[in-house]
Nanobody, 124 residues
């Protein structure tokens, strides 16, 4: 059984920063890529960023490029999302996911593993 647990969400003013964390526990997720998606109220879940198993290849949604950075620990069971210069449009529930061998940008909650999400609120 694999569990993904997100943390680090909260309330921040526009222009501020937050760092989200996602920790995988249970069996080792060998060769799994990891990613962040987000979902705002009334909207579909959307891709934010992903990172490959080795941690040397990343992809970002255009809306967050240059502001968000995804990284992965050397143990490969933890992934971070550093979010800078946040805007109210970034407010959402952020979900961590892991899948093998890669992540599709169209969210598929029936594939891989998903966390329960962490809420990010950005005040203007």
């Amino acid at each position: 059984q694999v569990q993904l647990v997100e943390s680090g969400g909260g309330l921040v003013q526009a222009g501020g920063s937050l760092r989200l964390s996602c920790t995988a526990s249970g069996r080792p997720l060998i060769n799994y890529a990891m990613a962040w998606f987000r979902q705002a109220p009334g909207q579909e879940r959307e891709f934010v960023a992903d990172i490959n198993w080795y941690g040397d290849s990343t992809n970002y949604a255009d809306s967050v490029k240059g502001r968000f950075t995804i990284s992965r620990t050397i143990t490969r069971n933890k992934v971070y999302l550093q979010m800078n210069n946040l805007t109210p449009e970034d407010a959402a529930t952020y979900y961590c996911t892991a899948d093998t061998p890669s992540i599709t940008r169209v969210p598929n909650t029936g594939s891989g593993y998903w966390g329960q999400g962490t809420q990010v609120t950005v005040s203007s």
